[in-house]
Structures are given as structure tokens and as C-alpha cells.
């Protein structure tokens, strides 16, 4: 259960409860776009069972260990820095996202969002892995209890058909283009998973850890087809929306949109848990500075770029954190897919060894 938290922790952030994110990748391809959520399950699934073997078959308690694996010793730490580079842009990113939901949904400065998502993520990360871990647990089933309740009731209950629409939507010509979409939003995403995942080896054997990250695959790919149809109901007005599904909250009840911006904020939290971990685990083993000690160096720098507009950061972001994405799944797969080959080819030949001495 506990990786199966960490893996949702790690994905549902401020990207994929806002809604943007399943809209530009699944909703504005149609009915192809549903095609798109059941192969992103399938790789969620796939990707973090493969990790979790990788990561218990070479003891690897740490993404490092696992890129030198799966891209060798010079590529490993050339993908690391980038990975790096990018966790540290994303601890900005996120902070600036608390401050943007504060100033545009909650009504509230800008700057009190940013500087209380920046003492939480200090607070709770303070203790190092079992902060990340404790953190997840208390975090994520309040996140994922919401976000099931919001999305599976607009889903299921509310008729969009009776939504007044003004503008006519035109579906992509290129429809075929669903198969690439889905393939670059789980490589975009893996990327965090894998920061997050890599560090469960170490509280879990290999069966539970390999079973929690599919099964967690598994969740994510549900709650991605449910908001999916959820978001599909009220086409094209959330084509308009930079946070669709407060929309579709507000179509519920304006107390349902006032929940769903609690979602909101505490996917841009876990994010940040997520991102600032990572960073500053690496940070602390590249400085031989004390890991608390980084975490709040980390943290602190993050505040400048955190005072940029959020759709300005994520629009640099983003992008860069997909094509590096692509590499590590790409290698991790492979990788993955070769040693279970080698693997069962011994285990078959020690069995064939031990029939005949028999």
C-alpha cells in the first residue's frame, strides 16, 4: 500500500488535478483519446512493476543507482544532472502554483501561497525518507478520497448534454497523433514517479514492491479514464479553462468547487514533496552536506523562480521534463525487458540441471 500511495503522490499533481494536463493530452482527441487512457494505464502499470524489479534484483535505494543501470555509467550521470536540473525547476514550479491557486481561486496573496506550500514541504520532509513516506500516507488518500468523489460523481451524474455551448468542437484532424500523446504523458510523468519509487526498495521485499507499483499503475489509469469522461461531458467550454476541472466542480456545487480546489493544492504539495526530495537527496550526496541542510538551501533558492508567472514555468518546464521523460523509459523498459529474459534463462537452465541429476 505504501508504494501504491507514493506512486499516486507522485503523478497526481497540480497538472493532472487541475485537469490541463488530461485535457490537452486525451480530451482534445476525442473518442480516440479514451484509447489514450487505456494505454496509459497499461504503461503505468507496466513501467513501475519494471522499476521496482530493477530497482529489488540491484539493491538500487536511489533513481542514481537505477539510471547507471538501465544507461550505463557516462549517460547515467549526464540524465542525472538534467533530472537534477529539472526536480529543482519543478520545487519552483509547484510553489508557484500554490501562490497562483491562492491569488486566483482563494482570493488570498500570492506570496502567502508560496511561502506556506515552502514551510510544509521543509516541515515534512525534514526527517528525509520517512518524512516522504509519512507524508504520502497522510496526504494522498485525503487527495485521492476527494479527487474519486468529484470526479466519479461528474463522470457518472451530471448530464453535460444540458450545458449551454456557444462555440462548435472541432476534433483534431490527426487523430492518429492519441497513440504518441499518451506515450509522451506517462514518459513526462515517470520521470517524477521513478524519483519517488526508487526509494521504496529498501521498506519492501520484492513481490509487495512490484505488485504496489502496478496495482498503482493500475489506480492511476482508473482515476485517469474517470476524469477523462468526466471532462469529455462539457466539451468545448473546458478547452477554454486553465483549470478545467474547477469548472466541472462548479457545475457539482460551488461547496464541490470549493473541494476540488483543496484537491488542487494538495496535488501541487505532494508534487513539491516529491520534487524537493529528490533534489535535495541528490544535493546532499554530490556536497557531503548534511541532507536538512540542503533541503532548506534547495528550498530557499526555489523562491525567486517561484515568484515567475506558473504558466510561464511551466510551459519551459514541462516540455524539457517530457523529452528526458522519453529517454528513461525508453531505457528502463529495454533494461528491464533483457534482464527478465536473462533471468528465466538460467532459472529454466537450473531447472533443466536439476531434472536430469535427478
Same mark, same amino acid.
Given at each position: ?28 482527441y476525442g473518442s480516440c483519446g479514451l484509447r489514450g487512457t487505456i494505454l496509459a494505464t ?56 500554490? *501562490? ?5 481561486? %482563494?482570493? /488570498?496573496? !500570492?506570496? $502567502?501561497? +508560496?511561502?506556506?506550500? =515552502? ?102 489509469? *482508473? ?5 477523462? %469522461?468526466? /471532462?469529455? !461531458?462539457? $466539451?468545448? +467550454?473546458?478547452?477554454? =479553462? ?117
Open positions: 500500500m505504501m508504494v501504491v500511495m507514493g506512486y499516486l503522490g507522485a503523478v497526481i499533481g497540480a497538472g493532472f488535478a487541475s485537469g490541463q494536463e488530461i485535457v490537452q493530452f486525451f480530451v482534445e497499461l504503461l503505468f502499470a507496466t513501467s513501475g512493476g519494471m522499476l521496482l524489479y530493477i530497482a529489488h534484483r540491484k539493491k538500487a535505494s536511489n533513481y542514481q543507482d537505477i539510471l547507471t543501470h538501465i544507461l550505463g555509467t557516462r549517460a547515467g550521470k549526464i540524465v542525472d544532472l538534467l533530472l537534477a536540473l529539472f526536480l529543482f525547476l519543478g520545487i519552483s514550479t509547484m510553489l508557484s502554483a500554490s *501562490g497562483a491557486v491562492f491569488y486566483e481561486h %482563494l482570493y /488570498l496573496p !500570492k506570496t $502567502l501561497g +508560496i511561502f506556506l506550500a =515552502y514551510a510544509l514541504v521543509i516541515i515534512l520532509l525534514v526527517t528525509g525518507k520517512k518524512g516522504l513516506i509519512v507524508s504520502f500516507n497522510l496526504l494522498v488518500p485525503i487527495k485521492l478520497l476527494l479527487l474519486l468523489l468529484i470526479t466519479g460523481y461528474a463522470a457518472l451524474f451530471i448530464d453535460g448534454n444540458g450545458i449551454a455551448t456557444y462555440t462548435t468542437f472541432l476534433s483534431p484532424a490527426e487523430t492518429n497523433y492519441w497513440f504518441i500523446a499518451s506515450l509522451l504523458y506517462v514518459a513526462y510523468n515517470f520521470s517524477l514517479a521513478m524519483v519517488v519509487l526508487a526509494e521504496y526498495q529498501t521498506v519492501t521485499n520484492a513481490p509487495n514492491g512490484i505488485a504496489g507499483a502496478a496495482w498503482g499503475g493500475v489506480i492511476l489509469g *482508473g482515476l485517469l479514464v474517470l476524469t477523462y %469522461l468526466a /471532462l469529455s !461531458k462539457f $466539451l468545448p +467550454i473546458v478547452t477554454h =479553462y486553465e483549470v478545467p476541472m474547477l469548472y466541472v466542480a462548479g457545475m457539482i456545487s460551488p461547496q464541490a468547487k470549493i473541494i476540488y480546489t483543496l484537491v488542487l493544492w494538495v496535488g501541487i504539495l505532494t508534487t513539491a514533496i516529491a520534487n524537493a526530495y529528490g533534489f535535495s537527496q541528490r544535493f546532499a550526496s554530490f556536497t557531503d552536506m548534511s541532507y536538512s541542510a540542503c533541503l532548506l538551501i534547495c528550498m530557499t533558492l526555489a523562491l525567486p523562480v517561484a515568484m515567475q508567472s506558473f504558466s510561464v514555468l511551466v510551459g519551459t518546464v514541462y516540455p524539457l521534463f517530457g523529452f528526458l521523460g522519453i529517454i528513461i523509459l525508453g531505457a528502463l523498459i529495454y533494461k528491464a525487458t533483457k534482464d527478465m529474459a536473462v533471468e528465466m534463462y538460467y532459472n529454466i537452465k537450473k531447472l533443466i540441471k536439476g531434472t536430469r541429476e535427478a
